[in-house]
């Protein structure tokens, strides 16, 4: 009856800490703000039902080409650079980008490139965006946006099976001793592991490194220290490498993060308010799909809205934010799958020791109790 006793005060404790004192401390780690939200619905929406993806497909060509490579459609540049702010920014090829983006978001960024990335605070007049704004009509946006969603998921499937990496996984695989049928499955693991490789590299390498899968040479940590030299001048900070991020973050915060890096608690927001009003008003400017306690609009009207990271607003759609957390998580933390599945035995094991343990207690003291 002790032994229940015990254990009772046990899970209470246990209980405690675990419903109470946790919740409480993430609370105050990770202040609320607002969730992911991958309909971007702060961004005005984009009519693809009319649009022409031929005419569109002009139109990139006569518009973008002479800074974006396009690969997909013959058109490389080799490495694309301009200046920006202190540093040097490197244009990304499009040929993935309708696989990548949100659609919302590509119309928006190609109109209005500062209010997409929500940098409004870090470009003016006097500080230009590196990219031009396009000032044609919302048809000519949605063809463009149409032809880079038409060439997009085949291009990004092209790098993937073209890569000499999945050449060479090919070729070993084809000449393992496994089964047909075991090497279509490994042929799928490998395409789908590379496909989040391929998502990192065309959404993220261009800012950060992730050394722990780059080639460990001269050439390639002086390219590195380049890069982040760059990107320093650009944003103001350096962008981290990422190889270990999954492990000092975790994946919950980088699910909201990478979403939007300038998001900002909302008692932040709050207390910007308070400080420019002396009190908090009613949240009159709340869109209706934003929570009641989101009070971004108001204090974006009254010009106190506080700034998030240097890092702009990338916007991946959800599938793609996926994939480059499978890739984070495949270098940083890889046997996490294996972790997790040992943690289970473990359990069962304490679970079984202590039946045994009670049972052999239960036989030596029964003449004492």
């Known amino acids: 009856m002790r032994e229940i006793k015990i254990l ?12 109470g004192v946790e919740p409480l401390a993430h609370s105050v780690f ?116 149409a032809f880079l969603k038409s060439i997009g998921a085949t291009s990004l499937k092209y790098n993937v099976l073209d890569s000499d990496e999945y050449v060479a996984k ?17 042929l799928a693991k490998i395409e789908k592991q590379l496909t989040n490789k391929a998502v990192f590299k065309d959404a993220c390498s261009r800012c950060h490194t992730i050394k722990y899968d780059e080639p460990k040479t001269k050439a390639q940590m002086e390219a590195d220290e380049v890069k982040k030299a760059n990107i320093r001048g650009y944003l103001g900070a350096e962008a981290p490498d990422l190889s270990m991020m999954i492990r000092s973050k975790g994946e919950h915060y980088l699910e909201g993060f990478i979403n ?67 890739y984070l998580e495949s270098i940083g933390d890889s046997k996490k799958a294996e972790r997790e599945n040992l943690g289970v035995y473990i359990i069962i094991f304490f679970a079984i020791l202590s039946v045994l343990a009670f049972l052999w207690k239960r036989k030596i003291w029964k003449d004492l109790h």
């Open 8 to 19: 009772a005060i046990v899970v209470v404790i246990v209980g405690v800490l675990y419903w």
């Open 30 to 145: 990770h202040p609320k703000s607002a969730p992911s939200d991958f309909a971007f619905r702060d961004l005005d929406r984009v009519d693809l039902s009319k649009a022409d993806a031929q005419r569109g497909k002009d139109l990139v060509e006569a518009n973008c080409a002479a800074c974006h490579n396009i690969k997909a459609i013959g058109i490389d540049n080799g490495v694309v650079a301009f200046p920006a702010g202190n540093g040097e920014i490197t244009t990304p090829d499009l040929s993935t980008a309708g696989a990548l983006y949100d659609e919302n978001f590509l119309a928006t960024l190609i109109v209005d490139p500062v209010k997409a990335v929500k940098l409004g605070h870090k470009f003016s007049d006097e500080n230009p965006f590196p990219m031009t704004a396009y000032d044609g009509d919302k048809q000519d946006v949605a063809d463009m946006v």
């Open 170 to 186: 090919k070729d070993a695989l084809a000449n393992s001793a496994l089964s047909d049928s075991q090497k279509e499955v490994e």
């Open 260 to 326: 939007d890096p300038q998001k900002v608690s909302y008692n932040a927001i709050k207390q910007a308010i308070i400080a420019k009003e002396g009190s908090l008003p009613e949240n009159s400017a709340k869109s209706e799909w934003q929570d009641n306690d989101d009070y971004s609009n108001l204090a974006k009207e009254l010009g106190v809205m506080p700034n998030g990271l240097s890092m702009p607003r990338t916007g991946l759609t959800q599938e793609s934010q996926e994939h480059v957390i499978a």
